[in-house]
C-alpha cells in the first residue's frame, strides 16, 4: 500500500519511540518485580517463586511486544507498506498483549491467594502484609499488561492506517488527492 511522505515519517518515528520505551521499561518492570516480589512477606516459598516467575515473563512478554512495535518501521520500503508484513505485525503484538495477559492472571492468582492465606498461620507463624505493599505489588504485576496493550492498540493504528488517516496526511502534501493502492 503506497503512503503519504508524512504518514511514512509518523510511522517510523511513532513505531521506534514507543517501542523502545518499552523494551528499556520491559526491562525496568521485570527487575522491579522480581526484587519486590522476593521481599514481600509470603505463606510458602513456592508460591513467592511463582507469583515472581509469572511476574517476570509477563515483564518478558512486553519486551517482545516492545521489540516487535521496534521492528515494525522495517515493513516501511521506498514509501510502501508491506501490508502481509504488517498483518503478521499486528497478529504479533495480540499474541503478546494475550500472552501478557495469561502470565499476569496466573500471577495475580496465586499473590492473591498469598495474601488471603496470610490471615491464617503459615508455617507457624502469620504473614502479615500492608495494604499498601498488596496494591502496589498488583499494580506492579499489571503494568506489563497494560503497556503491553498500548502497544498492540499503536501497532493496530499504525500498521493499518485507517482511510481518514491517509486522507488527512494527503491533503497536507498540497495535491490531488491520495488513492491507496
Keep these: 500500500m503506497a503512503l503519504p511522505p508524512g504518514l511514512t515519517r509518523k510511522i517510523r518515528s511513532t513505531s521506534t519511540l514507543v517501542g523502545s520505551l518499552s523494551?528499556?521499561?520491559?526491562?525496568?518492570?521485570?527487575?522491579?518485580?522480581?526484587?519486590?516480589?522476593?521481599?514481600?512477606?509470603?505463606?510458602?516459598?513456592?508460591?513467592?517463586?511463582?507469583?515472581?516467575?509469572?511476574?517476570?515473563?509477563?515483564a518478558f512478554f512486553y519486551l517482545f511486544s516492545g521489540i516487535a512495535l521496534t521492528t515494525s518501521r522495517s515493513y516501511l520500503k521506498t514509501g510502501h507498506l508491506n501490508l502481509t508484513f504488517a498483518r503478521q505485525g499486528r497478529r504479533l503484538l495480540a499474541t503478546f498483549w494475550f500472552g501478557t495477559f495469561l502470565v499476569t492472571l496466573v500471577s495475580v492468582f496465586f499473590f492473591t491467594g498469598a495474601v488471603h492465606a496470610s490471615s491464617h498461620l503459615a508455617h507457624g507463624r502469620q504473614v502479615d502484609y500492608s495494604s499498601l505493599s498488596i496494591t502496589g505489588y498488583l499494580v506492579l504485576l499489571g503494568l506489563p499488561f497494560v503497556l503491553s496493550a498500548i502497544n498492540f492498540f499503536v501497532g493496530r493504528r499504525l500498521l493499518r492506517p485507517a482511510p481518514g488517516l491517509l486522507r488527512n496526511y494527503s491533503a497536507d502534501q498540497h495535491h490531488t488527492p491520495f488513492r491507496p493502492e
Design 23 to 58: 523494551i528499556l521499561l520491559s526491562l525496568v518492570l521485570g527487575l522491579l518485580i522480581a526484587t519486590v516480589g522476593y521481599q514481600l512477606p509470603t505463606s510458602t516459598a513456592s508460591t513467592t517463586i511463582i507469583v515472581v516467575g509469572m511476574g517476570v515473563l509477563s
